[in-house]
DNA sequence: CCAGGCGGGAAGAAGAACGG
DNA sequence: CCGTTCTTCTTCCCGCCTGG
């Protein structure tokens, strides 16, 4: 909505991180929510949040102003703890938080905070433009004609564009597409950031309309994020992707949504929706996958205590943190196909039974 | 050795707070 | 409740460094 009337101005995006020349992707981030954070998964005052990274002597506008989302309670200002935050806390820095992070700039919802203005909900739309309007649609996710000057050029002649200049923007755009792995979105195959991508356009699409007091029903996950464009921004556009999007969106809904953080939210829901909750009970909050059994790809880092959920209510197979680790497809499959074949063997299916006989035992549950 | 781009200073705009 | 002052944040600009 309001996409015509859209007014995109630089913000703090001029001034500079300090990346760190030689810093791997965008590692001084995962280290600023961090710290930022305290290392819990709780949304946290702005202010205590910047006060944590002030005495690391660090800037903060970039990681807040277009990174983070913010929401207002009773006057003070919150930053939320989402799927962002959550694989900054849950896991080391890697390639897979740079593409992360990456996609959440792009996708551009900040919030609001005290002494922000309006365009600063949404602080790198001509970002967000750049790669919807000119790579996706004009250039078909070739990344190669990603540089400087191209964004200054398609920046610059845009009527809603109103900086005065557009050359630092242009640079530390293209500085940050280089650290944030742009080139590695237009792979077809489904990779676990892009799982993860998914999540977090949920948990910003949610946060931002409940700033209009809109709440969102699980029905509308599908469209919304259709609207917000969520896989043109993530690279060329595939029929596997938009089947995964519908398994993603039901995993999404039986964990709660943003409420898959909090331990006791996911135990009120795993006892109204699973029988066997006592194994679960002594959750630890350590992070699982989720695997879609029709689709190996699909392979999400969830909270521990929703995987009781993605289980049964969502049908999704469920890997402790060491498989997690060093998860391999292959190996996965082979050893699923053997259990399979085992459990075959035990119901005593044999090669020449009529196709009735065999529908009668798969198909009991 | 030069060009281009990153980093950071500083001005002034935009809000918030204050005081009457 | 309004004008004024104070504070914070955005934006432009330029020096310096780096890599070619």
Redesign the pocket.
């Known amino acids: 909505m309001a996409d015509e009337k859209q007014e995109w101005?630089?913000?703090?995006?001029?001034?500079?991180?300090?990346?760190?020349?030689d810093a791997a992707g965008l590692e001084e981030l995962h280290e600023t929510i961090r710290i930022g954070f305290a290392e819990r998964m709780e949304d946290v005052p702005r202010e205590e949040f910047?006060a944590r990274i002030s005495k690391r002597n660090r800037?903060d506008?970039i990681p807040m102003?277009y990174f983070l989302f913010t929401r207002q309670s009773r006057g003070e200002d919150y930053i939320v703890a989402d799927e962002l935050v959550f694989q900054a806390l849950s896991a080391p820095h890697s390639a897979r938080f740079d593409k992360l992070a990456m996609f959440t700039f792009l996708l551009s919802f900040a919030g609001k905070?005290?002494?922000?203005?309006?365009?600063?909900r949404r602080p790198a739309m001509w970002a967000n433009a750049y790669i919807r309007e000119h790579i996706d649609r004009e250039f078909a996710w070739d990344t190669r004609r990603i540089?400087?000057?191209d964004i200054a050029t398609f920046v610059g002649e845009d009527e809603r564009y109103?900086?005065?200049?557009v050359?630092?923007?242009a640079?530390?755009l293209?500085?940050i597409f280089d650290k944030g792995r742009i080139r590695d979105f237009p792979r077809s195959r489904i990779e676990r950031w892009w799982v993860d991508a998914l999540f977090l356009a949920l948990d910003r699409i949610i946060e931002d309309r409940l700033l209009d007091r809109q709440v969102t029903a699980s029905d509308q996950y599908a469209s919304l994020l259709e609207r917000h464009h969520f896989i043109q921004l993530t690279g060329r556009r595939t029929l596997e992707k938009e089947m995964a999007v519908r398994h993603l969106v039901l995993l999404y809904e039986v964990c709660g949504g943003r409420e898959r953080f909090s331990d006791e939210a996911v135990a009120r829901r795993t006892e109204e929706r699973v029988p066997d909750v006592e194994e679960f009970l002594s959750a630890t909050d350590h992070v699982v996958g989720a695997i879609h059994p029709k689709n190996r790809t699909i392979l999400k880092s969830i909270p521990r205590s929703c995987a009781l959920l993605a289980r049964y209510a969502a049908g999704f197979e469920v890997i402790g943190e060491e498989e997690l680790a060093n998860f391999d497809i292959e190996r996965f499959v082979r050893s699923k196909t053997k259990e399979a074949m085992l459990r075959l063997q035990e119901r005593q299916i044999r090669p020449r039974m009529s196709a009735d006989e065999l529908m009668r035992i798969t198909r009991e549950k």
């Open positions: 101005r630089p913000g703090s995006f001029t001034k500079n991180f300090s990346w760190g020349r910047r800037p506008y102003n905070f005290k002494r922000a203005n309006p365009t600063q540089s400087a000057s109103k900086g005065e200049t050359g630092k923007l640079t530390n293209n500085f």
